[in-house]
């Protein structure tokens, strides 16, 4: 079993639209989680940490829940520079463990 | 400015060469990391340092070995075991222990002749 698990999308959205994603980790003593954005052929640049309260910054909030071992991020108001994909990232013992992505396409 | 450098962005092998992509950081972080990225795919680690002198093998270390003799720098080298090379290699770096943030360097593209 993976250890970070996304759907890949692609999601295809107007602008405008709210859009949200999820992901999922396999190791419950995971420690840290983290939403990256990626270019296509750039390096991933961090979003957002998540927390278990939940965190928002502007258009974009995360929400942790530990129980179910799930992540998700959603993205209100989408814009056209939002498309893109997006990483979902768990570290546990010294390793980040990342998740094959989902694709974002905004659409004017 | 802070930050990681990658070079060469991009880079050829021929056939049973081994060939070494730079990675230099000076953001004074004691933990680095290499990282394959293969098209429609997420990053799947390689080697990682969380010390001077000290690295551990990923989850595809076969085929690849690096070295950090100093806290700024942590080559890759892809030998000639390694027999499916192309792929967008992607350095980072963390602060350590508590502060796991990830910083990347702008990657390398390897493609084989």
């Known amino acids: 079993r993976k250890e970070v698990e996304q759907d890949p999308g692609p999601f295809n959205v107007p602008e405008g639209a709210t859009v949200a994603f999820n992901c999922t980790y396999s190791?419950?003593?995971?420690?840290?989680f983290f939403w990256y954005r990626q270019d296509c052929r750039k390096e991933p640049k961090l979003l957002m940490s998540?927390?278990?309260s939940g965190n928002e910054d502007g258009r974009f909030t995360a929400q942790l829940n530990r129980a179910s071992q799930y992540i998700s991020l959603l993205i209100r108001d989408s814009k056209l520079s939002d498309s893109a994909t997006y990483l979902c990232?768990?570290?546990?013992?010294?390793?980040?463990?990342f998740g094959s992505g989902t694709k974002l396409n905004v659409k004017p | 400015d802070g930050g990681i450098t990658q070079s060469p962005k991009y880079l050829f092998r021929k056939e049973g060469q081994n060939v070494t992509l730079s990675c230099e950081q000076n953001?004074?972080?004691?933990?680095m990391y290499w990282y394959r990225q293969d098209p429609g795919q997420g990053l799947r680690l390689i080697y990682y340092?969380?010390?001077?002198?000290?690295?551990q093998k990923g989850d595809i270390a076969e085929g690849y070995s690096v070295s950090r003799e100093k806290k700024e720098s942590f080559p890759l080298t892809v030998t000639s075991a390694q027999k499916n090379p192309t792929a967008f290699y992607l350095c980072?770096?963390?602060?350590?222990?508590?502060?796991?943030?990830?910083?990347f360097g702008s990657g390398t593209q390897l493609s084989v002749l």
């Open positions: 980072a770096s963390s602060q350590g222990p508590n502060v796991e943030k990830l910083f």
């Open positions: 190791n419950s003593a995971s420690q840290s």
């Open positions: 998540v927390y278990s």
């Open positions: 990232v768990v570290y546990n013992f010294n390793k980040f463990y």
């Open positions: 953001l004074n972080h004691d933990a």
């Open positions: 340092s969380q010390i001077v002198n000290d690295f």
